[in-house]
Nanobody, 124 residues
């Protein structure tokens, strides 16, 4: 079992930055690929970024490439999402997710555990 708790969301102006954190429980954290998804009001949940269990491989959706960075600290059993140059269209609830295995893809169904989400609001 893995429990995930996100933090770091908030209100920021366009062009600003936020860093989201996802604290995980369980001693097998390093056995999971970790990802961030987001869900805007009235829209489906969408993939943002994924990182392999070693941290050596990452993948981003096109809309955040060059602006967002996913990272992890297995000693602290935490995954991060650094978000720079934020845009109003980044406004959403951001969810942390875990998939057992070295790496995973962008499909919601691939992920075994989810956090409760943290709200990010970007004002124009």
């Amino acid at each position: 079992q893995v429990q995930l708790v996100e933090s770091g969301g908030g209100l920021v102006q366009a062009g600003g930055s936020l860093r989201l954190s996802c604290a995980a429980s369980g001693r097998t954290f390093s056995s999971y690929a970790m990802a961030w998804f987001r869900q805007a009001p009235g829209k489906e949940r969408e993939f943002v970024a994924v990182i392999s269990w070693s941290g050596g491989s990452t993948y981003y959706t096109d809309s955040v490439k060059g602006r967002f960075t996913i990272s992890r600290d297995n000693a602290k059993i935490t995954v991060y999402l650094q978000m720079n140059s934020l845009k109003p269209e980044d406004t959403a609830v951001y969810y942390c997710a875990a998939a057992h295995g070295y790496y995973s893809g962008s499909s919601i169904s691939e992920y075994d555990y989810w956090g409760q989400g943290t709200q990010v609001t970007v004002s124009s």
